[in-house]
């Protein structure tokens, strides 16, 4: 059984920082690519970001290019997102989710369908 469990979410102000973390435990972390997902009220859930299982292709959306990165640290099992300069625009559920290893996947990296497990979100607030 894969569980991602993500934490470090909360109520910041505009123009401050947060560090997502997205433990994954039943299978190494090295078995999966993945990636990051917010769903704002009302609104479909987004890509935010992605890197492959080796951590040397990563992936983002345009409204967080050059303010989020994405890493991985497979000896740790865990995934980060670091979030700079946050506007309420950002204000939303954060989602990690995996995929299994497979050819291909970059057509679908930005994608829900694209991912195999999901984590149970994380809420990321700011105050404008």
């Known amino acids: 059984q894969v569980q991602l469990v993500e934490s470090g979410g909360g109520l910041v102000q505009a123009g401050a920082s947060l560090r997502l973390s997205c433990v994954v435990s039943?299978?190494?972390?090295?078995?999966?690519?993945m990636g990051w997902f917010r769903q704002a009220p009302g609104k479909e859930r987004e890509f935010v970001a992605a890197?492959?299982?080796?951590?040397?292709?990563?992936y983002y959306a345009d409204s967080v290019k050059g303010r989020f990165t994405i890493s991985r640290d497979n000896a740790k099992n865990t995934m980060y997102l670091q979030m700079n300069s946050l506007d309420s625009e950002d204000t939303a559920v954060y989602y990690c989710?995996?995929?299994?290893?497979?050819?291909?996947?970059?057509?679908?990296?930005?994608?829900?369908?694209?991912?195999?497990?999901w984590g149970q979100g994380t809420q990321v607030t700011v105050s404008s």
């Open positions: 989710a995996a995929a299994l290893r497979r050819s291909g996947w970059y057509t679908t990296v930005r994608e829900p369908s694209g991912y195999d497990y």
């Open positions: 039943g299978r190494t972390l090295s078995s999966y690519d």
């Open positions: 890197v492959r299982w080796s951590a040397g292709i990563t």
